[in-house]
């Protein structure tokens, strides 16, 4: 079996694992289930030989079970696909260690979950056929529905509802256009159906402009949901008001950048005309996303919550970047996904931490924590000053890039770039620079700095002293918190391995961009000049310009 | 609107007496914004030089040293000892750096460059404007070397009275507290030694960041904390300016790194970016970070409040060093503010701005400190007027004045806010001068105060001294400058040179003369370890800034019962002395200037890519009808005397004289304006309070509601509703009855079945 398999099957018999070890021992299978999976995806990533040229490995086929309905087992990933299979190899671990003392209630199902949701994760990003993916895509919704209903907060039920029926739909959404996608591409070639992402992006680039305005409303419409963007954004900061620890982490850390990577590999190559047409709207419901929300996290009290709605906010400024249709924007785009998976896993994992100590997430009950845990106030600063960007850690390099990808994605400038953003959408954008300090200082200083403020029943001795990190709360955050730095200081390597990538995503748009450029300077010239050859002039920019 | 129809009014505006003629114009852009051609030099790239990474690394092993003391909770005396080493060995590279190659610099006025590591660095072309590359590299010329001198060598010196300072911390806080410290002196290091943009912008924000972590130190006050967020929020206005610069920078020039930037706006054609709003604007939103991190113009009201950090910080940075790295930008972006970067209308206007918003700062910061009764916020807006004037320096054309103000200041400042604290520090954190008096007098605190007086009679520029020479070196070149409004900012600071000289020896005359009068402040009943800055904030909550209780039982009750003033040890004096004998020196350019026949500071400027604004002003002017230098020399003594005698009559002469006249005040109507508008800022955080604060958390709070109850509850679950027959399938799972493992295989098969039904609805259809 070859590594990209064993990265799906590992946590499945993993899980498989736990539910047979069940009770107390599931833990410690759950535990080297995730870290053998870590091992493996390691090793993928050790064998992965296309770090620089954007190629996909290992693409490989034999299982035809699915032939029968077109899907093709084909797996394989490029770069930005190793970066997420080990972000969310990594996270797992840290999601199990986290939850040893959290999950007390049936904790082999927990386990089990968490590996289910992994191989169903490892799917998506391996797939290489559309329908595979959308196997895994909503198979994550399974654990993860039933982590939030079973093991969730007081109102779980619903949050778990809300997720469900948001993502389902979101999901079927996606999937309208990608079986039209399908099906006209079978009914044009009279060939077999088939789902492979290769065919179905040449295929849907060839499309007609309002037919790829439609394919593209649906892919992203349905990805959007995930992402999420306003205003289909509020079964999130529900869910995550609800998830246990473990399943905020996974749902901010891995669920919802599944939204972003299939903006990525699907819904931007498979109809880049529909994404030029819709650039602008998108962008201006991420900066609704990213204005508004920083706002809503201001005067929030659930510190759940808050970072929940930083996660909209800052999947906003992501999503933005990627519709600038640069390389500098959509690198920032991509990179934004791995960092914002380390710091904000980081501050839910905080958050969590202090949550089995206190039994509330409420600022204004619990707050100055600094004096009775001062090493846990050392990771929450870390990730919160990550999450706002601060330079020397990794939410630095990738904002910075959003932002300026966004900024020069104008015809105008000098730059190169052509786009449909600018100056006034980094400006807008560029507000959460001062707006995100706003919130997560404010966070801070309630929370972490300040007088000590303890639940009347917790602390003091009433019941027991509140302890700081125990060495396993520590393990679970260090390399999250090693991440944060380490791609702050040394983000090259991940720079130069998504660089290919951005420029592929890029490509398409670029051509569009110039073809439309060139249409409109024919255009000019033949009103300056009437006559016959005006038309004449017009139609060949547009054919010479015009995706083969 | 097109922007650049505003320039001819606004040059209209600049000088009315010329504006008929049309050659006038050009002659005062010629003498004002187009200083010519730029002559930058290719940096020469030496990696010989590779040794100068320690400078950083040193400071950057003390903060991993103390961050370990700290999260290990090991106590004692070892982090402030790894931090003066530290620093003295960054002081000690820094020396040396300036002996071996200094003398190369000034011969040849070739930058160094010395490539340390790869950063954030990616390409997807060849050409130009395909690559993205801002390394850890460092590009070193005149301004970044007297900046490393002088950061190095009061960083040491200040570390080692805070070991004496913060000595009742040491089983609380004292490693965090160095461990800041020492992360600030390497964050202000990355600043100035950077190559490139984006380098600074992390230093810039690094210091930023030990600037909230140091504020907010006295982490179990309210103020404190409410301070820092203050202070890191203001900035991060100006970070936007900074960012936005950066983009445009790396927009039309293709690279964010000084050498190539310089090259590249020598190389350009003035009439190259005629109308070129993008490269218009970089100077203005660079303005916008200086005002963010100098406390400048609308931006200037974190500085007072940063005053709840302990006060060898306030010192350090709020005084000497991190405040000044908006001169440091200003000065190192100087080239942006030429004709040939951006034309020459917009380089005056930019330059103009400059000048107004430094010269309106130094005035309306004077004016505040005239009102304050905490002597430690007198000083801090006393700072603010000084950078004031340093930015007003850079925008009447002498980056030489304002560099110069911005050495002496560092001493004497320092000096002042280190006094302030021996003070506090004896006084049990009584920092309101009303309650002292006499001190000059009190056994233990004559050193001290003699150092007190001499950083005041610095403050108030008084004739001869290093911060006279440099401040006039500023106004000489505003009052003879040939643009009328430039003149004006002169006229603007010369008031406030007077201004500052009265609340200089007010301070002064009320703390050392008259009787001794001792109120000690709270922190003789303050048993804990809140340290000494915390409790010194009466006078904060009497203003309506954030209050806290223990300072209410301290004041009047226990006045002077039993109380010893605690004099300043060893290690303060020390330094008290060594940074009073620095001040001294600062003015050594000056007055060797005759014999050496060149000005040591203003060499380093002239080595710098502020080179082309190193001059001092006309040789021969001349100011009311006479010989500019003489005549500069009788106005700014005058007002200093006349400042002077003002506070010697109100507070040493007749100690009452002064209260009496401002309760006189308090009760004129028309007059009340005055002394309240002056001793609460001229309102200015209650407006801004009113004007955004208030407005933006309603919003907020509006927006909250909505998204919470109209969005959530209305319309997603009427919408919800629809498919209700979704949620009965589920109705089971509302129990939570059911088995995890047995669920979720349902779950499963459920959605398998469904995709199938999915794709034979949508594939039976091709």
């Known amino acids: 079996m070859t590594l990209a398999a064993l990265l799906i099957v590992l946590p499945l018999v993993g899980a498989l694992a736990c539910l047979a070890a069940g009770g107390r021992a599931s833990k410690a299978v759950g535990l080297v289930a995730s870290l053998a999976t870590l091992g493996v995806a390691i090793a993928f990533a050790a064998g992965f030989p296309n770090w620089t040229d954007g190629g996909v490995w290992p693409n490989e086929s034999g299982w035809k079970v699915f032939s029968a309905f077109g899907v093709d087992f084909l797996l394989g990933a490029d770069s930005v696909g190793v970066l997420l299979i080990l972000l969310t190899a990594l996270l797992m671990p840290c999601c199990m260690l986290v939850s040893f003392s959290a999950i007390t209630h049936r904790p082999a199902g927990f386990y089990a979950q968490f590996l289910f949701m992994e191989a169903a994760v490892m799917l998506a990003f391996l797939a290489r056929d559309v329908i595979l993916f959308y196997i895994g895509y909503e198979f994550t919704l399974v654990p993860l529905f039933l982590i939030v209903a079973i093991w969730g907060g007081q109102e779980r039920r619903v949050a778990a509802i809300k997720l469900w029926v948001f993502s389902f739909v979101g999901s079927v959404i996606s999937l309208l256009g990608f079986v039209y996608l399908g099906a006209a591409h079978a009914a044009q070639t009279g060939g077999p159906i088939t789902f492979g992402i290769d065919e179905l992006t040449k295929f849907g680039q060839s499309l007609p402009a309002d037919v790829q305005w439609w394919v593209f409303l649906s892919i992203m419409g349905g990805f959007a949901v995930k992402v999420p963007f306003v205003p289909v954004h509020s079964w999130l900061p529900l869910a995550h008001g609800e998830a246990p620890t473990a399943g905020s982490v996974v749902l901010a850390g891995i669920v919802i950048k599944i939204g972003q990577y299939g903006a990525l590999r699907f819904a931007f190559p498979m109809a880049p005309e529909g994404g030029l047409a819709l650039a602008s709207t998108f962008a201006a419901l991420a900066l609704v996303g990213i204005i508004a929300m920083s706002l809503v996290c201001w005067v929030q009290n659930d510190v759940k919550r808050l970072v929940a709605y930083s996660s909209v906010a800052h999947m906003g400024l992501a999503l933005l970047a990627m519709f600038a249709f640069n390389v500098v924007g959509i690198e920032g785009g991509i990179l934004y996904m791995v960092n914002h998976g380390l710091s904000t896993a980081g501050m839910f994992m905080c958050i969590g931490i202090m949550y089995e100590r206190y039994h509330t997430k409420d600022m204004e009950v619990v707050g100055g924590l600094m004096q009775r845990m001062p090493v846990w106030s050392v990771f929450m600063v870390l990730f919160a000053m990550a999450s706002l960007a601060l330079p020397g850690l990794n939410g630095f390099v990738s904002e910075f890039l959003c932002l300026m990808g966004v900024y020069t994605a104008d015809a105008g400038m000098r730059t190169g770039f052509p786009g449909v953003l600018g100056p006034w959408y980094a400006l807008l954008a560029g507000t959460a620079l001062v707006l995100g300090a706003l919130y997560i200082l404010r966070m801070l200083q309630k929370f972490v700095f300040g007088p000590l403020r303890e639940p009347a029943h917790e602390g003091h001795g009433h019941h027991h002293e509140v302890r700081d990190l125990n060495g396993r709360e520590i393990l679970s955050m260090l390399p999250l918190a090693a991440g944060c730095i380490v791609i702050g200081l040394w983000p090259k390597p991940l720079l130069v391995a998504i660089e290919p990538v951005a420029a592929q995503v890029a490509a398409p748009y670029v051509k569009l961009i110039e073809r439309d450029a060139a249409k409109r300077a024919a255009d000019a010239e033949a009103e300056a000049a009437p006559g016959p050859s005006a038309t004449t002039a017009s139609a060949a920019a547009t054919a010479t310009g015009a995706i083969e | 609107m097109d922007p650049s129809a505003l320039v001819p009014v606004v040059l209209a505006m600049a000088d009315g007496a010329h504006a008929a003629a049309g050659d006038g114009h050009a002659q005062h852009a010629a003498a004002y914004a187009d200083v010519g051609a730029l002559p930058y030099a290719k940096a020469g790239v030496d990696a010989g030089y590779s040794w100068l990474k320690w400078m950083l690394l040193a400071p950057l092993a003390s903060v991993v040293l103390c961050g370990a003391f700290a999260l290990l909770k090991v106590k004692g005396r070892w982090p402030a000892v790894f931090t003066v080493t530290s620093f003295a060995i960054a002081a000690a590279l820094a020396v040396h750096l300036y002996r071996e190659w200094g003398p190369g610099l000034f011969e040849t006025g070739m930058p160094l460059a010395v490539p340390l590591a790869d950063w954030i660095t990616f390409s997807w072309g060849d050409g130009p404007f395909q690559s993205f590359t801002a390394n850890f590299g460092l590009y070193v010329d005149g301004i970044t070397l007297l900046w490393m001198l002088f950061v190095t060598v009061l960083a040491t010196l200040i570390a080692l009275y805070a070991s004496e300072y913060m000595e009742s911390d040491v089983k609380a806080g004292y490693a965090r507290f160095f461990f800041a410290v020492s992360l600030f002196v390497a964050s202000m290091l990355v600043l100035v030694m950077s190559d ?311 301070v002064w005359f009320r703390l050392a003369l008259g009787p001794v009068h001792i109120e000690p402040g709270p922190d003789q009943h303050g048993h804990d370890d809140h340290g000494h800055d915390d409790h010194g904030h009466a006078a904060h909550a009497a203003h309506g800034h954030a209050a806290h209780a223990p300072a209410a039982h301290g004041h009047g009750t226990h006045a002077g019962h039993g109380f010893h003033p605690h004099a300043p040890g060893l290690r303060i004096s020390l330094v008290l002395s060594l940074i009073a004998v620095g001040s001294v020196l600062a003015g050594l350019p000056s007055y060797l200037e005759k014999s050496n026949g060149f000005n040591w500071i203003q060499r380093f400027v002239e080595r710098s890519s502020a080179g082309i604004r190193a001059t001092a002003g006309p040789e021969h002017a001349e100011i009311l009808g006479r010989d500019a230098h003489g005549a500069l020399f009788v106005l700014a003594t005058g007002v200093v005397v006349v400042g002077f005698l003002i506070a010697w009559l109100l507070h040493a002469a007749n100690r009452g004289l002064g209260d009496r006249l401002r309760a006189s005040m308090l009760q004129t109507p028309g007059l009340k304006w005055l002394p309240l508008g002056s001793e609460h800022g001229w309102y200015v955080d209650g407006i801004y309070h009113v004007l955004f604060g208030v407005p933006a958390w309603l919003g907020a709070q509006v927006l909250a509601t909505v998204d919470r109850f109209v969005v959530d509850g209305v319309v997603v679950n009427a919408v919800g509703r629809i498919p209700g027959w979704f949620a009965r399938v589920f109705q089971p799972l509302y129990t939570g009855t059911v088995q995890g493992h047995a669920l979720s295989m349902a779950g499963g098969i459920a959605l398998i079945v469904g995709w199938v039904i999915w794709w034979w609805l949508s594939g039976g259809a091709s």
Request: aromatic content about 14%; some cysteine.
């Open chain 2, 196 to 506: 490139n943009l984006i380098g600074l912008y992390m230093g810039w924000e690094g210091v930023g960041l030990c600037s909230y972590m140091l504020i907010g130190y006295y982490a179990k006050q309210v103020g404190a904390t409410a301070a820092a967020k203050k202070a890191f929020i203001m900035n991060r206005i100006g970070d936007l300016g900074l960012a936005l610069a950066v983009f445009l920078i790396w927009t039309n020039y293709g690279t964010v790194q000084y050498d190539g930037l310089f090259q590249a706006i020598s190389s350009t054609g003035s009439e190259a970016v005629q109308g070129s709003w993008t490269k218009a604007a970089i100077p203005f939103l660079l303005l916008l970070a200086v005002c963010g991190k100098s406390a400048q113009g609308p931006l200037f009201t974190w500085l007072p409040d940063a005053m709840w950090g302990p006060t060898p910080v306030s010192a350090l940075i709020h005084a000497a060093t991190m405040v000044t790295a908006g001169i440091y930008l200003l000065a190192r972006m100087a080239p942006f503010y030429t004709a040939q970067a951006i034309g020459a209308e917009w380089a005056e206007t930019a330059l103009l701005t400059v000048g107004w918003i430094g010269c309106a700062t130094a005035f309306i910061g004077a004016t505040i400190a005239c009102g304050q009764f905490d002597y430690k916020r007198v000083f801090a807006y006393s700072t603010i007027s000084s950078l004031g004037y340093m930015v007003m320096g850079l925008g009447v054309g002498t980056a030489f004045g304002g560099v110069y103000y911005v050495f002496t200041h560092a001493w004497f400042k320092a000096l002042l806010f280190l006094t302030a604290g021996a003070v506090m520090h004896g006084m049990a954190g009584q920092v309101d001068f009303r309650k002292l008096g006499g001190l000059m007098k009190v056994p233990g605190f004559r050193l001290t105060m003699a150092c007190m007086l001499l950083g005041c009679l610095y403050l108030a520029t008084a004739p001869f001294s290093a911060a006279a020479l440099s401040k006039d070196i500023i106004l000489y070149q505003a009052l003879t400058s040939p643009v009328e409004q430039v003149r004006w900012m002169g006229w603007l600071g010369l008031a406030t040179a007077g201004i500052t000289a009265y609340y200089a020896f007010r």
